[in-house]
């Protein structure tokens, strides 16, 4: 059998969010159709953004980024969920409980930096407009997302080396709908003290972190703005409050998964469906309800898509 470090525990059960028959229902048909916009939505800004190419600036580059990592944040946990609903007893296997906690350190630590990258692009169109494009040239912008990735994947990397090699001999009742690094530690048979403490380091600060320099960064451009003319505070606003509203959906429920001593079971599922659904179903809403630029871009694609129709 799988036996990594002579530990016993070759699965894991899972919590199922509910046990009523009516509920499943429920939860099935209205994760299901959240599931289904998220993939149809953020797609949707992909296939956009790479084929109009007045759409070829860093903002947009940058969110069709989010879109991508978007889908797969939610891909670690939610088709898993939807298809758990129904089943009376939730196993994920060792490798698929250790393989999900991977991804979805990697794909959340990707997020953050990618809001920050779009933090940055935002400062640097409104506080310096007249050298906007000699600063996010394109490969700055190539330069913003590897690095993204660089430091998504060295942070999931960073709690994964601690936790592979814990030994697993007894409980293996996760407590929660998916497997993250705080639950699955706790269920270590050696004192996991000192590793939580780590764990609630490196996520907890690291959301933390990001969350008060987002924070800050659009604080510092709304007064820049303020300052120039308090006639384009409220366009600049506008466009400020999409980005800000994403950052706290995303970052609260981060930060009380990790951060907060005293987990509740409900809330801690209500906030993981909060990262996990709902911040990458709103973030096509938002982006493209709200722009102009991309209501045109998508009028344009359509009108191409069905002259070429007419004419094949
Ligand atoms: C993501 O960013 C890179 C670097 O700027 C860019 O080349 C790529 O096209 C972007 N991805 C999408 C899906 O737009």
Request: glycine share 4%; hydrophobic share 55%.
């Amino acid at each position: 059998m799988d036996q990594v470090n002579g530990s016993v525990v070759t699965e894991f059960v899972l919590l199922g969010l509910t046990q009523s028959l009516g509920m499943q229902f429920l939860l099935f048909l209205f994760f299901s159709v959240l599931y289904l916009g998220i993939i149809l939505g953020n797609v949707f800004i992909v296939v956009t953004v790479i084929f109009d190419s007045h759409l070829h600036t860093p903002m947009y580059v940058l969110l069709a980024n989010l879109s991508l990592i978007d889908l797969a944040l939610s891909s670690t946990t939610v088709p898993r969920m939807i298809s758990d609903l129904f089943s009376d007893c939730q196993i994920i296997s060792f490798h698929n409980c250790m393989l999900q906690m991977f991804f979805i350190h990697v794909t959340g630590g990707v997020e953050m930096l990618l809001l920050i990258a779009m933090a940055y692009d935002r400062y640097t169109a409104i506080c310096k407009p007249l050298h906007y494009l000699t600063i996010m040239n394109p490969k700055m912008c190539m330069f913003l997302v590897v690095a993204a990735w660089i430091i998504g994947v060295t942070h999931a990397v960073s709690q994964f080396v601690f936790v592979i090699n814990l030994p697993f001999c007894g409980p293996n009742n996760v407590g929660s709908f998916y497997c993250d690094f705080p639950r699955v530690i706790k269920l270590a048979c050696i004192d996991t003290y000192k590793l939580e403490f780590v764990v609630t380091a490196n996520s907890g600060f690291i959301s933390m972190g990001t969350f008060f320099l987002l924070i800050i960064s659009y604080i510092f451009i709304l007064i820049t703005v303020q300052r120039h003319s308090s006639k384009y505070l409220s366009k600049a606003f506008f466009t400020l409050s999409a980005h800000i509203t994403v950052v706290f959906l995303f970052f609260l429920p981060c930060m009380f998964l990790y951060i907060w001593p005293f987990p509740t079971k409900s809330l801690d599922t209500f906030f993981a469906i909060v990262d996990f659904v709902v911040t990458p179903v709103l973030n096509p809403a938002i982006y493209t309800l709200r722009n102009r630029d991309m209501k045109v871009a998508m009028t344009r694609l359509s009108q191409q898509l069905l002259n070429s129709r007419e004419v094949t």
